[in-house]
């Protein structure tokens, strides 16, 4: 058996000659699988007219045993396409490297640097002269090697993430032998193999098989198995298409490849899925902090000018009015120290962007992933988490997530009366018979035993049909497989029925056809039904009234209602046996059975959890609309006491919500591509949305213009789904939930989360997590910003009164990459706490600095501003140093001065993240959970031995002088003086965050541009 496992992407995909061109077309052959073709019969039309199976082959120029020759790979691939999944490539770490350095702060700090080594080396010559120079050279070459790496391992971690559809092969025939081969190098033509359990990632047909059934839940919609016929079988009606994306539940087969990547099923869904989309989905988030993040480049560039002239200004009047006749305008060291000048304004820049931002970010997104993990949340992709905490809607399905996907008869409608248990003894021994041999031979379903009890395998509502057998002490395995079922007429989504047609044991002089569907089908194929006595009777208007409320009552138990019917013919012949709609008429009922999915534990509670955090949770479901009802009373998401009213769109079914909203229009370009979706009736949508709670009957694109709508509205929405046709609605919401028992592999790859319980209730703690990411982030800033207000006042003034920067570009560069590096990591890594659940989520158009955060950072500055001041102009004094101002030539002795100002200002900042781990004013307390996070307080304590580990050895370079224990402990305790000033802020009384509200820079602008910023799918297409 040979062995093929590259995909066959890179072969010669040269111009076909005109002897080697294929009859049929790549767009005919995908047509063959348009539902409505397949439905009406059209498709299998057009293969009859082809030439059954064998012409089609011909045409394909395949061979139905020896299968498609290596010789004519490439003129397939030129032909019909490769089945190829592409994938955008990874940035290199050199590239990442050039990204960074793109910085133009870094590069005129850069410049600056390199005239500032050619200065210091013709005034001190080479061996003292290169140190100021050569120390920015390599504080700059950290800040790059740092943040690349960093950039780096985050996109290592996106591809990582990303890539949840492993490689897989599978079996084929080339040149008459049996090859494995990727599924990314199967062709059109192809002889594929399967067996059960194979996922089809093409679209084909069927050639041979063996007892095979389908399940193309995950791309119809319908739940029910589906057998498969290849054209030609006797007494069969062919049912040979195999949809990519379906699920082969039983048998086994070979098919033709038909269509392969954007051409298959799933190609069209994934076309649907990526219209127009930008490179990479920005978050509401990150939208706020491209603004903030410009305007503090722009406030940090304009003060960054301001600084430079006032220092030149007060050079120019120290030359002009100094009678010393050394001191010159155009001399060596007044251009080194207008040099100087500029390198503290390009440093003022540095200080006003923050850098630590993206690592905060980013640390924030990949702790929340890994704790959301253990939580049952799988992220897939680090932004959605972050989204998570904005969603302020959740348009859930019912099957799975609500409810535990076990299905259970709870009640049963027969011989005139309702049963709730169900013994042997309740029944007569003919209806027993008949209900337990119609229940095993009319399903495909098997369930076995296992250590922990049932288990269910196939379609779960036959499963509850076998269980409910078991219980009445007859076994499935008595009667299948059997030669005595002679046909199988099996579900499909246009005949919503499935029947059999059985020899009985007892007696072979007749047949019996099982039926069972749903009630609302059934009855127009029914005349007669069983009596209380066993007798048969005519179906008159009093059994249709007992029957119709029987149903809705089971409807409003939260019930889903399947009627069983039968009927006793004489045995048939093979012309009355391929007619289906003589077998399907005067059918008799047996009885109406009611199957119920409980609800999962908690979900009431989960629901509940959600309306109090100001997210509405609406379900959409296939279902009926009093089952659909029944089951959003008794899980919250609507009130116990509803009743429809006139107007009101609380409850809606998929096709009168369809026709109310318009449906879903194509917005096409110029070249008549499409480039989005939009809302038929958008003022229409908008009234509906307001009340809209559950969606009943519902197709999957009926979900897609819901979040399409909802989108519109600038509401951020999450989608949970498990399906192949939920694959487009997952995709188009913010955030996509896929179930990870159930899902298929395509609702995987386009959810950005994945429930690996399939519960709704795990969807809570993607709220919480979200929400904290986003209050991780604004401690950050507040943390951020103040040493950021603190370091321009302090360059400031320095330069406007001593001409000179109390924190030299070393230093400053030293806080930028320690102090934010460390403060992000330790503010990133705060967990969640229940209160988070108790407010409403952030609006897309909220700004990042509130007016209680601006409060704070504005007061907060000041005080640490006010130390700072007595420490600069009085520290020599206070501590008994020498005067560290305006001295020519650094030493270690005339260092100390600005040594203890450099050590004071790192430690006021570093006890202020004690403050800034509680935002809200009524936090007082900020050392409540203290000991909960004992990252937090290594950082504190690593941070303070770091500092007086360069203050001890940073030297000349970085102008810092060893400082004695008792100096280092007296900076320390000064430090610590931003903790009490913290809490004193936030006693403060509430009018005074309106009275400073208006001086915060950030907040008109921050909201005006977000209001401008595209919401939804106008992201991906402006």
């Not at 005129?108 to 050279?137: H, K, N, Q, T």
């Not at 219209?275 to 509401?284: M, N």
């Not at 309740?426 to 027993?432: G, I, N, R, V």
């Not at 988070?836 to 989520?841: I, T, W, Y």
Request: glycine share 6%; hydrophobic share 40%.
């Amino acid at each position: 058996m040979s062995e093929v496992n590259q995909p066959l992407l890179n072969q010669d995909r040269g111009q076909i000659s005109s002897s080697h061109r294929y009859p049929i077309k790549k767009e005919e052959l995908s047509d063959f699988f348009q539902f409505d073709n397949i439905r009406d019969g059209s498709s299998l039309q057009k293969i009859e007219k082809l030439g059954s199976i064998n012409g089609l082959s011909q045409a394909l120029k395949t061979d139905l045993k020896q299968g498609i020759a290596n010789e004519s790979i490439v003129e397939r691939i030129q032909t019909y396409g490769a089945n190829e999944r592409i994938e955008k490539q990874p940035k290199t770490f050199f590239e990442l490297v050039v990204e960074c350095l793109e910085d133009d702060t870094l590069r005129l700090l850069c410049g600056a640097s390199f005239v500032s080594l050619v200065i210091g080396c013709i005034r001190e010559g080479l061996a003292e002269g290169w140190i100021d120079g050569i120390g920015i050279f390599i504080a700059v070459f950290i800040i790059v090697t740092i943040t690349s790496v960093n950039n780096y391992m985050k996109e290592q971690q996106f591809r990582r993430l990303n890539q949840i559809v492993a490689q897989r092969s599978v079996a084929v025939i080339r040149n008459g032998e049996i090859s494995h081969i990727s599924i990314y190098s199967l062709l059109v033509g192809d002889i594929m193999l399967f067996e059960t359990g194979e996922v089809f990632p093409v679209d084909g047909i069927l050639v041979k098989s063996n007892n095979l059934v389908c399940d193309e839940s995950s791309i119809t919609g319908e739940s029910d198995p589906i057998k498969k016929y290849p054209i030609g079988i006797q007494d069969c009606n062919p049912a040979p298409f195999l949809i990519s994306g379906s699920q082969v539940t039983e048998g086994s087969g070979e098919m033709i490849v038909l269509a392969v990547g954007q051409s298959s099923t799933i190609g069209k869904q994934q076309a649907l899925m990526n219209e127009e989309e930008e490179e990479e989905k920005r978050t509401p988030l990150q939208y706020k902090l491209d603004v903030f993040v410009e305007q503090l480049g722009s406030i940090g560039f304009k003060w960054a000018i301001l600084t430079f002239f006032v220092m030149f200004a007060n050079l120019m009047y120290t030359i002009y009015s100094s009678n010393d006749p050394n001191v010159k305008l155009f001399s060596l060291d007044t251009v080194s120290e207008i040099l100087d000048y500029f390198i503290v304004g390009i440093t003022v820049v540095v200080i006003a962007v923050p850098e630590g931002l993206p690592l905060a970010v980013t640390l924030s997104l990949a702790y929340a992933v890994s704790r959301m993990m253990v939580e049952n949340n799988l992220v897939r992709n680090l932004i959605s988490c972050e989204i998570m905490g904005g969603a302020d809607t959740i348009c859930s399905d019912k099957t799975g997530t609500l409810t535990e996907n076990q299905m259970k008869v709870k009640k049963l409608y027969a011989l005139d009366q309702t049963y709730t248990d169900f013994e042997r003894q309740q029944f007569d021994s003919k209806f027993l018979n008949l209900l337990t041999e119609g229940i095993c031979v009319n399903t495909n379903a098997h369930i076995s035993y296992e250590k922990y009890g049932i288990v269910q395998n196939g379609n779960k509502t036959e499963c509850a049909l076998l269980e409910l057998a078991m219980d009445l002490n007859v076994s499935y395995t008595d009667f299948r497989p059997s030669d005595n079922i002679i046909k199988i007429i099996p579900f499909s989504s246009s005949r919503k029925r499935m029947s059999t047609v059985y020899i009985p044991k007892d007696n072979n002089n007749i047949v019996r056809v099982y039926s069972k569907g749903a009630p609302e089908i059934m009855f127009q194929y029914c005349n007669r039904y069983m009596t209380k006595n066993g007798q048969v009777e005519q179906i008159d208007q009093t059994f249709l009234k007992k029957l119709s409320e029987v149903q809705n009552q089971f409807a409003n138990d939260c019930l889903r209602t399947l009627l069983l019917t039968y009927n006793e013919l004489p045995s048939l012949n093979a012309n009355q046996l391929s007619k289906e709609e003589e077998l399907e008429k005067n059918l008799i009922v047996l009885g109406m059975i009611g199957i119920q999915d409980p609800l999962r534990k908690g979900i009431r509670q989960s629901v509940a959890v959600c309306t109090e955090a100001g997210v509405t949770v609406r379900m959409v479901t296939g279902d009926n609309l009093n089952t659909a009802v029944a089951i959003a009373k008794e899980a919250g998401i609507i009130s116990q006491d509803y009743v429809p009213r006139a107007n009101d769109y609380t409850v809606m079914e998929g096709k009168q919500f369809r026709e109310k909203v318009g449906g879903l229009q194509q917005i096409k370009g110029d070249q008549g591509q499409i480039v989005r979706y939009e809302v038929g009736n958008m003022p229409a949508f908008k009234e509906v949305s307001k009340q809209l709670r559950v969606l009943a009957r519902s197709a999957p694109e009926d979900k897609f213009l819901l979040v399409t709508g909802l989108q519109k509205c600038d509401s951020i929405v999450a989608v949970t789904g498990d399906g192949t046709n939920d694959a487009p609605a997952l995709k188009k919401a913010d955030i996509g939930f896929a179930m990870g028992i159930t899902g298929t592999e395509v609702a995987k790859e386009a959810a950005g989360i994945i429930l690996l319980d399939d519960n709704f209730s795990s969807t809570v703690t993607a709220i919480k997590w979200g929400r904290n990411i986003f209050d991780c982030i604004r401690k950050f800033l507040c943390f951020q910003l103040t040493i950021n207000v603190v370091a321009l006042f302090m360059a400031f003034l320095g330069g406007a009164t001593v001409r000179e920067s109390p924190l030299n570009t070393i230093q400053i560069l030293w806080v930028n990459l320690m102090q934010d590096t460390m403060a992000a990591l330790a503010l990133a890594t705060e967990p969640p706490s229940e209160e988070l659940l108790k407010r409403k989520p952030v609006k897309r158009t909220e700004v990042v600095i509130t007016p209680s955060m601006w409060k704070f950072i504005l007061l907060q500055s000041i005080y640490q501003i006010f130390v700072l001041i007595i420490v600069l102009f009085y520290g020599d004094l206070i501590f008994g140093v020498e005067y560290g101002i305006n001295n020519k030539t650094w030493t270690e002795q005339n260092g100390i001065h600005l040594t203890m100002f450099f050590n004071i200002f790192v430690f006021l900042s570093v006890f202020n993240e004690v403050n800034c781990r509680k935002l809200k004013a009524s936090e007082v307390n900020v050392f409540e959970n203290f000991f909960n996070n004992p990252l937090f307080i290594f950082i504190i304590v690593s941070t303070i031995g770091i500092q007086m580990l360069m203050v001890e050895y940073g030297g000349r370079a970085a102008k810092c002088s060893p400082l004695t224990l008792q100096q280092n402990l007296i900076c320390v305790a000064i430090g610590a003086s931003s903790v009490a000033a913290g809490i004193l802020i936030k006693l403060l009384p509430p009018s005074v965050d309106e009275f400073l509200s208006c001086t915060n820079p950030f907040k008109e602008r921050t909201q005006a541009v977000e209001e401008e910023e595209p919401q939804g799918d106008q992201k991906k297409t402006q």
